[in-house]
Nanobody
Framework: QVQLVESGGGLVQPGGSLRLSCVAS????????MSWYRQTPGKERELVAA????????DYADSVKGRFTISRDNAKNMVYLRMNNLKPEDTAVYYC?????????WGQGTQVTVSS
């Protein structure tokens, strides 16, 4: 049974930091590219950051470059998103996604709210 479970979301003040985690099970994690997406009500889900299966290739949305860092630990089947200098516009539900060719798995999401 495939599962992606995100954690680490919450309420944080502007300028604060959070680290999101996503633990995978039920598939060969080390062979999948992983990414983080986010979505706000009424908007399409948008890519935040992506990392290749071995971590050699990383990409970020322009809006988070220099503030967010994606990483993975294939030994632990984990992918992380470190978020620094958070802004109110970063408020969203954050999802992790696994991708290999045409196979896609999604987590259930974790809420991040940036507010004073």
């Amino acid at each position: 049974q495939v599962q992606l479970v995100e954690s680490g979301g919450g309420l944080v003040q502007p300028g604060g930091s959070l680290r999101l985690s996503c633990v995978a099970s039920g598939f060969t994690f080390s062979t999948y590219a992983m990414s983080w997406y986010r979505q706000t009500p009424g908007k399409e889900r948008e890519l935040v950051a992506a990392i290749s299966s071995r971590g050699s290739s990383i990409d970020y949305a322009d809006s988070v470059k220099g503030r967010f860092t994606i990483s993975r630990d294939n030994a632990k089947n984990m992918v992380y998103l470190r978020m620094n200098n958070l802004k109110p516009e970063d408020t969203a539900v954050y999802y992790c996604k696994a991708l290999q060719l045409a196979t896609v798995y999604w987590g259930q999401g974790t809420q991040v709210t940036v507010s004073s």
